[in-house]
């Protein structure tokens, strides 16, 4: 069973990037300005989305915001995959005091809560803007993967390629860049992607929680932050339409990371 | 028990002690490291009106002035002995605190661990059995797109259904207030974030069962089991599913602090008086002792988990009769 | 009577880059209590032919054309429900590689003792044991109470296929198809698993279609020999006949 190209999911994911880069035609209005007169308006045809309970119009907010939940999605994913990567081929290639040590220093990281790892984290920076949050959410995101990452390069480390190459007179970093990493490609961009699959979630549930960017940020999560006040409201463009871009994001994100994540098993069923 | 079992016990204990050691060490230093003032979580608004001296006095009668390794050597040392402190916030011993909250997590984890397991087998089974049959693909497709809902997002959507349109269920607490809990009420207010819970990670896990049955299903002993005259049913529930059982227990054992640790976003939304709630509250306002102890529950118990987890490979999977590749165990270097 | 016969067999395998035909009007017999031998290259499709006639084939395997009867009766049209009451029953198949073959999860005894609750319902829990302790013998496995409780990984090659052998007896089959079922073993276990085979046919009487690319094996166990090059059965006799005149396959 081959697998088809998830051109939907592109298409889309690319349009939701393109257009929240270049939001500026797409906003009909400034979506920082709190126009005091029309709070909690329901969608129409001046505020296509319908407007919060600051008076600021969703649908210019989605494109803004959605900017930065991407950015923050990307930028957190690029430094947890770095780590993981790094720890785990080290922890792979290195010897096996090294690796344990890594490895327990990783799982006892696993065990901190990740709430308060988040908040110490963010703690120590100080302030709560996108680059901060990105770099918090990154530290607190690469655990998982390494050690997945920990586990092939050893299973690589033990097949008869590497161990030909070796035995050819390859030194330790011609064996890392020319054999392992070729290897490890396919399922680290399968990874990379889910990170920024985990990323952005984890930036709209810790904006949510008023742990992440602040209500004045515009973002997908800090919009629904407000949501809680909106169910009182029956305000349900509130909640519903940030809601909906996320969850969209986040399906072709994951179809493009099963994409890659290669074709099925190529032998066949022997269910019959 | 023979000697070298003993030896490995005691060698997994002493691991296991040391690890809750550490992690006491780790979360002790990282919730001082967050901004704001404990005084803030126990005199509340109060604080701004105190004076200077009176701030020192109170932060000396907290222990807050000694310097670090003595809190930490203090708090240690009462801890041995059960007694975890005060709550900032709610002003009473922490264990009582806890208490109160434990149950209902447990209640809506543990339910919810119990029902996301039970159902991804199944989910899994069906799957696999009809493979890449319409089916499968539409359970797979409804699978993916329902487990990229955020959870805070779906218990948002279910309270704004059922709650605020319908107004069929409840929509925060554990029981009514003043209801005393009884099974209908309970039932009623855990029906929601249970929904949610078992929604947000189903899929994952369903998906986990289906693609290792998939895998066993084209082993070479699958066709001998045919040709023995069993069903193709028959051979997937009784020897793929056997192949698949060791890592399903496992994954089990490390999904376990996942589920009931994570469950704080459902139980913000819901305002369900669990851990996750308390966890969130001593994060934020810095209830220290409070933090402490509800850190080291949910840490432990991952710690737990993950030895189980190793564990249950290296015993209840015949194939690993040779060494598997458990973090920092024995294989060769490279 | 021919206890199994083949007539214009042929079958296609349809995957994505095209139709792939394994066999090729594919047609014999086989008889009561002989042993024929199947030879040819790999890839020449003696597996298919054994898959197929047990109907083991993949989903994007068909059969396109022929009959198969066993004992003068038809089952080519027979549907799955029907073959399995076959499988295990009249037929039975050992497997090249019985590492594999064997399912890594569960001990000897109780896979050999699956075979004979579903050959033998009737049996009690105590005969069932009885039965696997005495196919466990018959194949030449020693200490059989213990052997039963091991797992796969914990036998030889040679261990495994015997108890490979034990399942494929289990089924107190008319016709065993042993489908390269010494090729993964080395010699001395070759031989005497092939040694084994006979004195089975001589004590139970079953037909046996011994699938081989080594001639010397089918020299030395076979009745008839059938050849086999690019899924076309081209020359089929008896094994004097096929070796005398030193065919090069």
Redesign the interface.
């Given at each position: 069973?081959?697998k088809k190209f998830p051109v939907i999911s592109l298409l889309t994911l690319t349009a939701i990037v393109i257009l929240g880069l270049a939001c500026s035609p797409m906003m009909t209005k400034d979506p920082l300005y709190m126009d005091l007169a029309h709070c909690n308006e329901a969608p129409g045809k001046e505020f296509l989305f319908g407007t919060d309970e600051m008076g600021r119009d969703i649908f210019s907010m989605i494109w803004y915001g959605g900017r930065i939940s991407l950015t923050v999605g990307f930028l957190a994913a690029l430094i947890s995959t770095m780590l993981a990567v790094l720890v785990g081929s080290v922890s792979?290639?290195?010897?096996?005091r090294i690796?344990?040590v890594l490895?327990?220093l990783t799982?006892?990281i696993?065990?901190?809560?990740?709430?308060?790892?988040t908040?110490?984290l963010?703690?120590?920076f100080?302030r709560a803007d996108v680059y901060s949050l990105s770099v918090v959410i990154g530290l607190t995101g690469w655990m998982g993967m390494a050690?997945v990452v920990?586990?092939e390069?050893?299973?690589l480390?033990?097949t008869d390629f590497?161990l030909a190459a070796?035995c050819l007179g390859g030194r330790?970093f011609h064996?890392l860049f020319r054999h392992l990493a070729p290897n490890l490609f396919p399922s680290v961009l399968f990874m990379a992607v889910m990170h920024v699959?985990n990323a952005i979630?984890a930036e709209?549930?810790l904006s949510?929680?008023?742990?992440g960017l602040p209500v004045e940020v515009v973002s997908w999560g800090s919009m629904?932050s407000l949501?809680?006040r909106a169910?009182?409201s029956?305000a349900?463009w509130i909640?519903?339409i940030p809601?909906m871009f996320?969850?969209g994001t986040?399906?072709c994100l994951?179809?493009l990371g099963?994409y890659m994540r290669g074709s099925?098993?190529k032998?066949?069923?022997?269910?019959? | 028990m023979t000697n070298r079992h003993l030896i490995k016990m005691v060698n997994n204990i002493g691991k296991f002690l040391i690890s809750v050691l550490v992690l006491s060490v780790l979360v002790f230093t990282l919730s001082r490291l967050a901004p704001g003032d404990p005084l803030y979580a126990y005199y509340g608004e109060r604080v701004e009106k105190m004076s200077v001296e009176e701030q020192d006095q109170a932060r000396e009668r907290l222990g807050l002035q000694a310097p670090l390794f003595t809190q930490y050597v203090r708090w240690l040392q009462r801890a041995v002995h059960g007694d975890f402190g005060i709550s900032y916030q709610y002003k009473t011993d922490v264990k009582e605190v806890i208490a109160a909250g434990i149950v209902n997590t447990l209640l809506l984890g543990g339910l919810g661990f119990v029902l996301i397991f039970a159902l991804a087998l199944f989910l899994g089974l069906f799957c696999a059995w009809r493979e890449d049959r319409l089916a499968d693909r539409v359970v797979c497709r409804i699978g993916t797109v329902t487990s990229c809902i955020p959870e805070f997002w779906l218990s948002l959507l279910l309270l704004l259904i059922f709650s605020v349109w319908l107004d069929w269920l409840p929509s925060s607490g554990a029981y009514a207030a003043g209801g005393g809990g009884s099974l209908p009420d309970r039932a009623a207010h855990l029906v929601l974030p249970l929904s949610v819970v078992v929604l947000g990670h189903l899929w994952y896990y369903a998906f986990q069962v289906r693609n290792r049955l998939l895998e066993e299903v084209r082993a070479d002993y699958v066709l001998l089991a045919r040709m023995k005259g069993l069903s193709g049913r028959r051979v997937l529930y009784r020897h793929c599913l056997r192949g698949a059982l060791p890592s399903y227990l496992s994954m089990m054992a490390i999904a376990l602090p996942h589920i009931l640790g994570g469950t704080y976003v459902v139980e913000t939304v819901f305002s369900y008086p669990g851990i996750g709630k308390l966890a969130y509250e001593s994060a934020r306002y810095q209830d220290y002792n409070l933090l402490m102890v509800v850190s080291l529950l949910t840490g432990t118990l991952v710690i737990l988990c993950n030895l189980t987890a190793r564990l249950v490979n290296e015993r209840i999977d015949p194939r690993m009769g040779v060494r598997s590749v458990s973090a920092g165990g024995e294989v060769r270097r490279l | 009577m021919d206890v199994l016969t083949v007539k214009n067999l042929s079958v296609s395998f349809f995957r994505t880059e095209g139709e792939i035909e394994a066999l090729k009007n594919v047609s014999f017999t086989l008889r009561e209590g002989e042993i024929l031998a199947v030879m040819g290259k790999t890839g020449c499709g003696k597996s298919v032919l054994c898959k197929s006639i047990l109907k083991l084939l993949p989903d994007i395997a068909k059969i396109k054309t022929g009959h198969i009867y066993i004992r003068g009766e038809e089952i080519t049209g027979y549907s799955e429900k029907q073959m399995q009451g076959l499988r295990g029953r009249f037929f039975s198949m050992v497997f090249q590689n019985p590492m594999t073959a064997l399912n890594p999860c569960m001990s000897v005894g109780e896979q050999i003792g699956e075979m004979v609750r579903l050959r033998r319902p009737e049996f009690s829990g105590r005969e069932r044991k009885k039965r696997v302790a005495e196919l466990m013998e018959l194949v030449g496995l020693d200490h059989a109470g213990e052997r039963a409780r091991q797992y796969p990984f914990q036998l030889s090659g040679g261990m495994a296929q015997r108890c490979v052998i034990a399942i494929a007896l289990a089924a107190e089959p008319a016709v065993l198809f042993a489908d390269e079922a010494t090729t993964a073993l080395d010699a001395t276990v070759q031989a005497q698993i092939l040694e084994l085979l006979l004195k089975l046919r001589e004590r139970t009487g079953m037909s046996i279609v011994l699938v081989t690319h080594n001639p010397g094996v089918a020299a030395r166990t076979a009745d008839r020999v059938a050849l086999m090059r690019d899924g076309e059965l081209y020359r089929i006799g008896d094994v004097e006949e096929i070796f005398d005149e030193s065919t090069p396959n």
């Amino acid at each position: 069973m081959k697998k088809k190209f998830p051109v939907i999911s592109l298409l889309t994911l690319t349009a939701i990037v393109i257009l929240g880069l270049a939001c500026s035609p797409m906003m009909t209005k400034d979506p920082l300005y709190m126009d005091l007169a029309h709070c909690n308006e329901a969608p129409g045809k001046e505020f296509l989305f319908g407007t919060d309970e600051m008076g600021r119009d969703i649908f210019s907010m989605i494109w803004y915001g959605g900017r930065i939940s991407l950015t923050v999605g990307f930028l957190a994913a690029l430094i947890s995959t770095m780590l993981a990567v790094l720890v785990g081929s080290v922890s792979g290639c290195a010897s096996a005091r090294i690796d344990g040590v890594l490895m327990r220093l990783t799982e006892l990281i696993l065990s901190v809560p990740g709430l308060l790892l988040t908040v110490s984290l963010q703690a120590v920076f100080g302030r709560a803007d996108v680059y901060s949050l990105s770099v918090v959410i990154g530290l607190t995101g690469w655990m998982g993967m390494a050690k997945v990452v920990r586990t092939e390069v050893v299973q690589l480390g033990n097949t008869d390629f590497v161990l030909a190459a070796k035995c050819l007179g390859g030194r330790f970093f011609h064996v890392l860049f020319r054999h392992l990493a070729p290897n490890l490609f396919p399922s680290v961009l399968f990874m990379a992607v889910m990170h920024v699959r985990n990323a952005i979630v984890a930036e709209a549930a810790l904006s949510f929680m008023g742990l992440g960017l602040p209500v004045e940020v515009v973002s997908w999560g800090s919009m629904l932050s407000l949501a809680e006040r909106a169910l009182f409201s029956h305000a349900w463009w509130i909640i519903v339409i940030p809601g909906m871009f996320l969850t969209g994001t986040l399906l072709c994100l994951t179809n493009l990371g099963e994409y890659m994540r290669g074709s099925a098993n190529k032998r066949h069923s022997n269910l019959g | 028990m023979t000697n070298r079992h003993l030896i490995k016990m005691v060698n997994n204990i002493g691991k296991f002690l040391i690890s809750v050691l550490v992690l006491s060490v780790l979360v002790f230093t990282l919730s001082r490291l967050a901004p704001g003032d404990p005084l803030y979580a126990y005199y509340g608004e109060r604080v701004e009106k105190m004076s200077v001296e009176e701030q020192d006095q109170a932060r000396e009668r907290l222990g807050l002035q000694a310097p670090l390794f003595t809190q930490y050597v203090r708090w240690l040392q009462r801890a041995v002995h059960g007694d975890f402190g005060i709550s900032y916030q709610y002003k009473t011993d922490v264990k009582e605190v806890i208490a109160a909250g434990i149950v209902n997590t447990l209640l809506l984890g543990g339910l919810g661990f119990v029902l996301i397991f039970a159902l991804a087998l199944f989910l899994g089974l069906f799957c696999a059995w009809r493979e890449d049959r319409l089916a499968d693909r539409v359970v797979c497709r409804i699978g993916t797109v329902t487990s990229c809902i955020p959870e805070f997002w779906l218990s948002l959507l279910l309270l704004l259904i059922f709650s605020v349109w319908l107004d069929w269920l409840p929509s925060s607490g554990a029981y009514a207030a003043g209801g005393g809990g009884s099974l209908p009420d309970r039932a009623a207010h855990l029906v929601l974030p249970l929904s949610v819970v078992v929604l947000g990670h189903l899929w994952y896990y369903a998906f986990q069962v289906r693609n290792r049955l998939l895998e066993e299903v084209r082993a070479d002993y699958v066709l001998l089991a045919r040709m023995k005259g069993l069903s193709g049913r028959r051979v997937l529930y009784r020897h793929c599913l056997r192949g698949a059982l060791p890592s399903y227990l496992s994954m089990m054992a490390i999904a376990l602090p996942h589920i009931l640790g994570g469950t704080y976003v459902v139980e913000t939304v819901f305002s369900y008086p669990g851990i996750g709630k308390l966890a969130y509250e001593s994060a934020r306002y810095q209830d220290y002792n409070l933090l402490m102890v509800v850190s080291l529950l949910t840490g432990t118990l991952v710690i737990l988990c993950n030895l189980t987890a190793r564990l249950v490979n290296e015993r209840i999977d015949p194939r690993m009769g040779v060494r598997s590749v458990s973090a920092g165990g024995e294989v060769r270097r490279l | 009577m021919d206890v199994l016969t083949v007539k214009n067999l042929s079958v296609s395998f349809f995957r994505t880059e095209g139709e792939i035909e394994a066999l090729k009007n594919v047609s014999f017999t086989l008889r009561e209590g002989e042993i024929l031998a199947v030879m040819g290259k790999t890839g020449c499709g003696k597996s298919v032919l054994c898959k197929s006639i047990l109907k083991l084939l993949p989903d994007i395997a068909k059969i396109k054309t022929g009959h198969i009867y066993i004992r003068g009766e038809e089952i080519t049209g027979y549907s799955e429900k029907q073959m399995q009451g076959l499988r295990g029953r009249f037929f039975s198949m050992v497997f090249q590689n019985p590492m594999t073959a064997l399912n890594p999860c569960m001990s000897v005894g109780e896979q050999i003792g699956e075979m004979v609750r579903l050959r033998r319902p009737e049996f009690s829990g105590r005969e069932r044991k009885k039965r696997v302790a005495e196919l466990m013998e018959l194949v030449g496995l020693d200490h059989a109470g213990e052997r039963a409780r091991q797992y796969p990984f914990q036998l030889s090659g040679g261990m495994a296929q015997r108890c490979v052998i034990a399942i494929a007896l289990a089924a107190e089959p008319a016709v065993l198809f042993a489908d390269e079922a010494t090729t993964a073993l080395d010699a001395t276990v070759q031989a005497q698993i092939l040694e084994l085979l006979l004195k089975l046919r001589e004590r139970t009487g079953m037909s046996i279609v011994l699938v081989t690319h080594n001639p010397g094996v089918a020299a030395r166990t076979a009745d008839r020999v059938a050849l086999m090059r690019d899924g076309e059965l081209y020359r089929i006799g008896d094994v004097e006949e096929i070796f005398d005149e030193s065919t090069p396959n």
